[in-house]
């Protein structure tokens, strides 16, 4: 499958990382990738040796694999992502009356 | 200009295996530790030579560089087994929690830099110490009297403790001229009982 078909735009993953590299500089080289425009990184549970993070990319045409290269390299692992959006425009989730 | 760029990348990647393993502080820790017995074992070395009466500088050459790769790979193999076995536990640490290979990731290779440079200083440092304090015996043609040699040998010794202690009081941010004094009086303790030992 092409990395870049469908313009990727959006992807919210939940990663488990050790504290060291810290998310300042996952953060960072998170931003530097291609297609990147931002990222944000937050932490909802930490442990001694490890955390877990909330890791949002926004861009245009984000490279999937690319990005998960980084977060492994770092150590991390991705337990699953948790939104993605895709296409001309960023659809945000709607609400429904199942909601 | 290649060579340049790749020289600075890896100076960037090994401050950031340091940042990660943080070893820094062991190494420095190191050297100064295997420095300072380097230092001493090579004063215990010359100054047995020296009250057992012997004359030929080739004599204290041989047996002090013997001395030194002894002393040298004993700080290396030393280091080398205590960190690699610390530092294989911490990684397979991380490895069950995270459940994840880490081996080649950039923990992993920080973990293994960080076994090679403080290996590498566990083992040059006692070997580069001990052969300073041997250098007055390369020369010994030029100085003549061999006494000179062991003097000239022994102030040296003084002088390494002394930077030695230096460097030690410019990491604890205190009075650099105490420190100097202090590793210094060891040498001068290691001297005086050596030099009381019986001679035949």
């Given at each position: ?41 937050s ?16 861009g245009?045409d ?12 770092n ?25 | ?22 070893f ?29 009466g ?100 022994m ?28 590793t ?17």
């Amino acid at each position: 499958m092409a990395e870049s078909m469908g313009n990727l735009r959006r992807l919210v993953l939940d990663v488990l990382k050790p504290l060291d590299p810290s998310i300042v500089e996952l953060v960072q080289f998170l931003a530097e990738q291609r297609g990147v425009d931002g990222v944000n990184i937050s932490i909802y549970e930490i442990d001694r040796r490890v955390e877990n993070a909330k890791v949002t990319v926004e861009g245009h045409d984000l490279r999937y694999q690319e990005i998960v290269s980084v977060i492994e390299e770092n150590g991390g692992s991705v337990h699953s992502i948790d939104e993605v959006a895709a296409g001309k425009v960023l659809i945000e989730d709607v609400e429904t009356s199942q909601d | 200009m290649k060579l340049l760029g790749r020289w600075s990348q890896g100076i960037d990647n090994l401050r950031e295996y340091e940042r990660i393993a943080g070893f820094w502080q062991i190494a420095r820790r190191a050297l100064a530790n295997n420095a300072f017995d380097g230092v001493l074992t090579m004063v215990g070395v010359v100054m047995g030579q020296w009250i057992g009466g012997v004359e030929s500088a080739a004599t204290v050459i041989l047996t002090g560089i013997a001395t030194s790769i002894s002393i040298g790979i004993s700080g290396l193999w030393g280091a080398y087994l205590a960190e690699s076995a610390e530092r294989g536990r911490e990684l397979a640490e991380l490895e069950k929690i995270s459940l994840t290979d880490l081996g080649e990731t950039k923990i992993g290779r920080a973990s293994r830099v960080a076994v090679v440079v403080v290996s590498l200083v566990d083992g040059l440092s006692p070997l580069a110490s001990s052969l300073i304090v041997l250098t007055p015996f390369f020369f010994a043609a030029l100085i003549g009297d061999i006494i000179v040699s062991y003097v000239i040998s022994m102030a040296l010794a003084l002088v390494c403790l002394f930077g030695l202690g230096m460097f030690l009081g410019h990491i604890s941010g205190r009075s650099l001229i105490g420190y100097g004094i202090r590793t210094a009086i060891a040498g001068v303790v290691a001297i005086v009982i050596t030099r009381l030992l019986p001679t035949n």
